[in-house]
């Protein structure tokens, strides 16, 4: 018998395997806005994964985007802005409650203990990469584009980008963050942001290999099985394997970083003459993205280096509740998917205009009690 639970916006099926266990699969199903989270996805994805986690029979978890064209492109963005313009000042309370649940069912993720696979096919971009990096056996194909793109609306990589980030080689972290530049399915093998490439034509024989799988009640040998499981299927895609752009680049990146302060490296990025048509269009994004955003970022990776993934989680729930409350993240929002004149009327003429009071008073929660203290 096979449990089938459907809403609009997101599926949860259980299918029942050769072992007599059951797979998990949750398919994000907006295709029309590729598959962005809402605050209803996030809140159903918390209560299926609490459940499916404490139950014995459950043995993994398989997570797709529907369709072609992406695992998920963020968080609805325009949910959002409502929200903030509609509150000016906050309590925003649908923004607030989406950041919070979705930080929690990241998390929830990325501590599930059983295997979570993810099929990062598509366009794998902010919340989307959230749900991908918090993954045990994170797939990426050759269509794979993935990015954390928030400084183009005056938000910053949230999500765990706090954490994961800070854990790239070199300074390739910080750079992606900055400048919003997508990478591709080598580059996340490279920056141990995936664990293996496989040909988006396996995915059909890769559940039913999932299902005929002899599972174990071993969560340690249900993972063991999942490596071995996929070794195959990475094998036989090697040949599609697209050329990486980070490493390539990663010395010229590094260079830009031996600069004294935040403002002199921001400068430096946009100001950066490259041959690399990839580095071209990096520098080109961040000159046009928020200053503050740009400072804000910095600013963060800096006091999350050295945190638990937990601790990041509600450190950013801090930063984002302060962002949607002021005006900000709502012109950028409005400028690029709004009005669409792609014409922020950004706060701040450049990186140096942001004061130090001003970039402070973002890391000050607005609570007695950080929400997510109990994470």
């Known amino acids: 018998m096979e449990k089938r639970v459907m809403t609009d916006e997101v599926l949860f099926e259980e299918r029942v395997t050769a072992s007599g266990q059951k797979l998990g699969l ?40 529907a369709g072609e064209k992406a695992l998920c492109a963020g968080g609805d963005v325009q949910a959002l802005y409502r ?41 794998v971009m902010g919340g989307g990469l959230g749900v991908f990096s918090a993954g045990s056996y994170r797939i990426v194909t050759e269509k794979s584009r993935l990015a954390m793109p928030e400084i183009t609306i005056g ?40 664990e ?15 299902m005929a799988e002899a599972w174990s009640t071993s969560v340690g040998d249900n993972h063991e099985r999942v490596f071995e499981l996929m070794r195959g299927f990475v094998q036989r895609s090697v040949d599609d394997r ?58 963060q990776l800096r006091r999350c280096a050295s945190l638990s993934l937990r601790e990041a989680f509600a450190a950013e729930l801090v930063l984002s509740t302060n962002i949607i409350r002021r005006p900000e993240f709502a012109e950028g929002v409005r400028a690029l998917l709004i009005d669409k004149d792609k014409n922020p009327k950004w706060q701040h003429g450049s990186a140096a205009d942001v004061s130090d009071a001003d970039i402070a008073a973002h890391f000050v929660g607005p609570w007695e009690v950080n929400p997510l203290h109990n994470l």
Not at 171 to 188: E, H, Q, R
Not at 205 to 210: D, G, P, S, T, W
């Open 196 to 210: 293996g490439f496989i040909a988006s034509q396996y995915l059909d024989e890769v559940m039913q290999a999932l």
């Open 26 to 65: 949750i398919v994000l199903n907006v295709e029309k806005t590729l598959n962005s989270l809402t605050l209803n996805m996030v809140e159903k994805m918390q209560v299926t994964l609490q459940d499916w986690r404490e139950r014995s029979d459950i043995a993994c978890v398989f997570i797709r985007g």
């Open 242 to 299: 697209p050329a990486g752009n980070v490493e390539a680049a990663s010395a010229e990146i590094d260079a830009l970083f031996k600069q004294d302060d935040d403002v002199a490296l921001i400068n430096a990025i946009i100001a950066h003459q490259s041959d690399n048509p990839w580095m071209q269009k990096a520098s080109a994004t961040l000159a046009a993205g928020s200053p503050l955003s740009a400072r804000l970022i910095i600013e």
């Open 155 to 194: 938000l910053y990589p949230d999500v765990g980008g706090s954490y994961f980030l800070n854990r790239t080689p070199g300074n390739s972290g910080a750079f992606l963050a900055l400048t919003g530049a997508s990478f591709n399915a080598s580059d996340a093998l490279y920056l141990g942001l995936a």
């Open 83 to 123: 929200s903030s313009v509609e509150q000016p000042g906050g309590p925003c309370e649908y923004a607030e409650t989406f950041f919070e649940t979705e930080y929690r069912v990241d998390y929830l993720l990325s501590q599930f203990g059983k295997p979570v696979i993810v099929w990062g096919h598509g366009i």
